[in-house]
């Protein structure tokens, strides 16, 4: 591009500004200058019910065995309800200094940033890039595990259902690592329409297979024994393993019901009338009310299936054999969905390297191979899903939105209004290291049996 002096420069200025006047007159444009955003209560709706809606229902079941009918389905429904508020705090800093009238911030990260300053941004782009890493790492772990239970399936069709079935999840991990190499280096290959749309389909797919394979076994009465208090002291666990269960449980339902980090970008697809906030507050309740539907018949489910001896995850744990076919092409869809949702959560980390130094292909092939690499230190589904939970769930989903809310809304300290945010502040704190504990301790004690890297399924 030439000059600023340059007349042919000049009038490629004077048509792009005559453009952007003419399409600003017939209302092509929003108040940002971007083209006109579309979007609806219901798109929008749709976006958190397929943001939510992933691999992490499928440990919904376990969950409510180790809290019982009581405790698993009021533990759903708080997590539910805290979601749904804080969610609603956040819809209001999508806009700032005013709700309905201020700058549009673009991102969550924009929002920490033009409401609660740089300090707070450094402090939240810490702990999103050590929750997206942990993500990939999560998501590594789970497809390698659907593609060895892919394999045990099948073997235990031909071999029958007592047969010696066990499998290395480090080929696959190996596998997908390399896969995951060449995904990265294609330019803009997380931005493809299609990924959104497939993820949609193959997480609504694996968790209906799984719904319905519980339904099958339990109208056959092939149930499991249940409990109003879940696994029973004395008979599965000890009190302190089931201490620990419940907090690796409450980790497991906390990342299932989170999706604050991308409520900004949905909330930046919405038309500007009526006001973005009170439509994103709208379709905050038909997504969470259609999650917690959803995530109940999961748990519920699941467990009435299986009962205390539920496994970790349903499609995974073989508490199914049959029609193993259905089971292959659940676990299929769970691979499917996987592989693009790593390229997408990956994107953030990618970039705070590549911001300061232009070396994308070492950059991203040593990221996935240090994930590959840990992955395979640590394959334990129930146990990683809890520690993902118990990171994100208390800084992204509750903390930052409740302060840059007191700091948008001026809300005085030492107020009522300001200790009920505070004392929903600490209490989510402590839900998330009571899960981070139960996690770790998780994790520890399958390392004590399972030497790293020899792991098998």
């Given at each position: 591009m030439g000059s600023f002096n340059d007349p042919e420069f000049q009038h490629e200025i004077s048509q792009t500004g005559f453009e952007f006047g003419r399409q600003a007159a017939i209302g092509e444009v929003d108040d940002d200058g971007k083209p006109k955003r579309t979007g609806t209560v219901w798109t929008a709706g749709a976006h958190i019910i397929t943001?939510?809606?992933?691999?992490?229902?499928?440990?919904?079941?376990?969950?409510?065995?180790?809290?019982?009918?009581?405790?698993?389905?009021?533990?759903?429904?708080?997590?539910?309800?805290?979601?749904?508020?804080?969610?609603?705090?956040?819809?209001?800093?999508?806009?700032?200094?005013?709700?309905?009238?201020?700058?549009?911030?673009?991102?969550?990260?924009?929002?920490?940033?033009?409401?609660?300053?740089?300090?707070?941004?450094?402090?939240?782009?810490?702990?999103?890039?050590?929750s997206l890493t942990g993500f990939v790492i999560g998501y590594t772990v789970t497809t390698s595990t659907s593609m060895v239970a892919i394999r045990k399936s099948n073997c235990f069709h031909k071999r029958g259902h007592e047969a010696g079935c066990k499998f290395s999840n480090n080929p696959y991990m190996i596998a997908?690592?390399?896969?995951?190499?060449?995904?990265?280096?294609?330019?803009?290959?997380?931005?493809?329409?299609?990924?959104?749309?497939?993820?949609?389909?193959?997480?609504?797919?694996?968790?209906?297979?799984?719904?319905?394979?519980s339904i099958t076994r339990i109208i056959?009465?092939?149930?499991?024994?249940?409990?109003?208090?879940?696994?029973?002291?004395?008979?599965?666990?000890?009190?302190?393993?089931?201490?620990?269960?419940?907090?690796?449980?409450?980790?497991?339902?906390?990342?299932?019901?989170?999706y604050a980090q991308i409520s900004i970008d949905i909330q930046d697809t919405l038309k500007s009338s009526p006001p973005e906030n009170k439509v994103m507050k709208k379709a905050n309740m038909i997504g969470i009310s259609t999650m917690t539907i959803f995530f109940l018949m999961c748990g519920c489910l699941g467990y009435a299936a299986f009962g205390n001896d539920t496994r970790g995850n349903m499609l995974t744990g073989f508490g199914f054999y049959e029609p193993f076919w259905l089971v292959d092409l659940g676990n299929v869809m769970i691979v499917?969905?996987?592989?693009?949702?790593?390229?997408?959560?990956?994107?953030?980390?990618f970039r705070v390297v590549e911001l300061w130094a232009s070396m994308r292909l070492i950059w991203r092939t040593i990221f996935v191979v240090m994930?590959?690499?840990?992955?395979?230190?640590?394959?334990?589904?129930?146990?990683?899903?809890?520690?993902?939970?118990?990171?994100?769930?208390?800084?992204?989903?509750?903390?930052?939105?409740?302060?840059?809310?007191?700091?948008?809304?001026?809300?005085?300290?030492?107020?009522?209004?300001?200790?009920?945010?505070?004392?929903?502040?600490?209490?989510?704190?402590?839900v998330s290291l009571a899960a981070g504990c139960g996690a770790i301790q998780g994790m520890n004690k399958a390392l004590h049996t399972t030497k790293p890297f020899q792991f098998k399924e």
């Open positions: 943001a939510v809606v992933g691999a992490g229902v499928l440990s919904l079941a376990w969950s409510v065995a180790q809290l019982g009918w009581i405790f698993g389905i009021s533990i759903v429904l708080i997590f539910a309800a805290i979601t749904l508020y804080t969610a609603n705090l956040l819809a209001d800093c999508y806009r700032s200094p005013d709700p309905v009238t201020g700058k549009r911030n673009y991102t969550y990260m924009e929002a920490v940033q033009n409401i609660l300053g740089g300090g707070m941004y450094v402090a939240c782009g810490w702990v999103q890039n050590i997908l690592g390399i896969l995951e190499i060449f995904l990265s280096q294609i330019p803009n290959f997380h931005e493809l329409s299609w990924l959104s749309i497939l993820a949609a389909v193959m997480s609504f797919g694996y968790a209906g297979i799984g719904i319905g394979l056959s009465g092939q149930g499991g024994r249940t409990s109003i208090t879940g696994v029973e002291v004395g008979v599965a666990v000890s009190q302190a393993e089931k201490i620990w269960r419940v907090c690796t449980a409450l980790g497991n339902i906390a990342l299932a019901c989170s499917v969905h996987l592989v693009g949702a790593y390229q997408v959560l990956a994107q953030p980390v994930v590959t690499v840990l992955a395979m230190a640590m394959p334990f589904f129930n146990e990683m899903l809890a520690l993902l939970g118990a990171i994100g769930f208390w800084p992204l989903g509750v903390y930052f939105p409740v302060e840059m809310y007191i700091a948008q809304k001026k809300i005085g300290k030492r107020t009522i209004r300001w200790f009920g945010l505070q004392i929903l502040n600490f209490v989510c704190l402590i």
